[in-house]
């Protein structure tokens, strides 16, 4: 055989070996997948995901078991043995999220953070939320008529910010999320994207002002059936995004840290439990999906809310408390079997995908090849549609061809011009000459 020929078949079977590997392999933060909350007490049981994300609650000035010391052995076991990216959320106290101005200087909690919480956890994580909700008044004490203000919280965080990078400069400053949705009277004081969208504002406006990246919840009503529940958390992190999005923030991280619909804990368990095995399948195909289509702000990490059982009035919501109700282990319509069974979801990227990057995982290279060839013909498969023209063929070889030209730059995210007929025949017959798959590949799609 032609030593051209042969080693070309070598190049190919070791690009199909670190392929597989990559598919199997489980880095932290590699899956979409993650709980908030992990069971400090009993972590054998349901102990949460494999290459995902845990998110963890540290709070300076409550009692000794919310602070950063007794949350060690947790973020190592979390880090080291199950491989799972931790995010922290940092607040000031049960009720009062930031501290008000008369409470703690900026400057003064920033310099805390940076000694209390992350000398003893920085070793095991890098992601850092300042503050939840500011947007409810049950976040707000000591604040002037219970509300965080935008403009109060941006210096919070910018002070937060410039601390933790003087130090850790390749760390993540997350902003705060908000409570989404409308005016509540006595509950939630301002509209959720109202708050944000001027909070974002505030905080550029500062001197040096820049944002790490962003902290989302979004959530299913448990009024309705899946389907209906997804279609309003879809509609509600999104929206989100799309106030992040206007202020040319594209390119930024979102993890979305709090994701749920609450499950009855009366009448019938095992219906009621396999209407949220439903929403919590169908929502994290629902991120996928969006994550995979070309131009859209990514998602990072969407963590179930909650999986502790044990610090008590979340049953509703905890995957460890509905792991021995309702329906078996094992069962699809089981909360937990459903969570497990979409582990192999890929986290999103950071910021939005190229039209090229036909399998997502940030790249535009000879994989995307792979992953076009396997999708040829269908038309049911937007993440090889490079043109969005509703069918997977020789025009989106000519997107993924000239993305690669280009570098596969994320921001390169517009329909080329027609393929020429050489393009389109070269593409042609590639396909015909190698493996035109119908079938969903595992490998090269990234699944």
Do not use: C
């Not at 004490?141 to 919280?153: D, E, K, L, M, S």
């Not at 974002?200 to 979004?218: E, M, Q, R, S, Y």
């Not at 570098?407 to 329909?415: D, N």
């Amino acid at each position: 055989m032609p030593i051209l020929v042969h080693n070309r078949m070598l190049a190919g079977v070791f690009l199909f070996a670190v392929l597989a590997l990559a598919v199997n392999a489980r880095a932290a933060g590699e899956r979409l997948y993650g709980v908030h909350w992990w069971d400090y007490a009993n972590s054998s049981v349901g102990s949460g995901p494999q290459g995902g994300w845990s998110v963890e609650t540290i709070i300076t000035n409550s009692e000794p078991w919310w602070r950063a010391p007794y949350f060690v052995p947790l973020y190592q076991q979390v880090s080291t043995a199950h491989d799972a990216a931790i995010i922290t959320r940092v607040d000031y106290n049960w009720g009062e999220t930031v501290p008000a101005p008369a409470t703690s200087s900026a400057a003064n909690w920033a310099n805390r953070i940076v000694s209390e919480v992350i000398g003893p956890l920085g070793a095991y994580a890098h992601r850092w939320v300042i503050g939840n909700e500011p947007n409810l008044t049950g976040e707000a004490a000591n604040w002037p008529a219970n509300r965080i203000t935008p403009v109060g919280y941006a210096a919070i965080y910018h002070a937060v910010r410039q601390a933790i990078k003087s130090q850790r400069p390749q760390d993540e400053v997350l902003f705060a999320p908000v409570s989404p949705g409308g005016v509540i009277p006595n509950i939630r004081w301002q509209d959720g994207n109202a708050w944000l969208g001027q909070a974002i504002d505030a905080t550029l406006a500062l001197p040096d002002g820049a944002i790490d990246g962003f902290v989302l919840h979004a959530y299913g009503n448990p009024f309705t059936g899946a389907a209906q529940a997804v279609a309003e958390f879809h509609d509600s992190f999104t929206s989100q995004l799309a106030v992040i999005d206007s202020r040319s923030l594209e390119q930024t991280p979102v993890y979305i840290t709090e994701w749920n619909r609450a499950t009855s804990t009366t009448g019938n368990l095992a219906t009621n439990e396999r209407v949220s095995a439903q929403f919590l399948r169908q929502s994290l195909l629902d991120v996928d999906a969006w994550n995979r289509t070309p131009g859209n702000h990514n998602i990072r990490a969407l963590a179930w809310f909650v999986h502790n059982q044990d610090y008590g009035g979340w049953e509703q919501y905890s995957l460890e408390w509905w792991q021995s109700r309702g329906n078996p282990v094992g069962s699809p319509d089981d909360l937990w079997t459903a969570f497990i069974n979409s582990s192999d979801l890929r986290a999103g990227l950071i910021g939005t995908r190229s039209l090229g990057d036909y399998n997502a995982d940030g790249q535009v290279d000879a994989t995307d090849h792979i992953a076009w060839e396997a999708a040829f013909g269908r038309t049911d498969w937007p993440f090889a549609d490079g043109n969005r023209d509703g069918v997977v063929d020789a025009a989106d070889y000519v997107v993924w061809r000239k993305a690669l030209a280009m570098g596969g730059i994320a921001a390169w995210t517009s329909v080329p011009e027609p393929a020429t007929p050489i393009l389109v025949m070269l593409a042609t017959v590639a396909v015909m000459g190698g493996r035109r798959r119908k079938s969903l590949p595992s490998i090269a799609a990234g699944i």
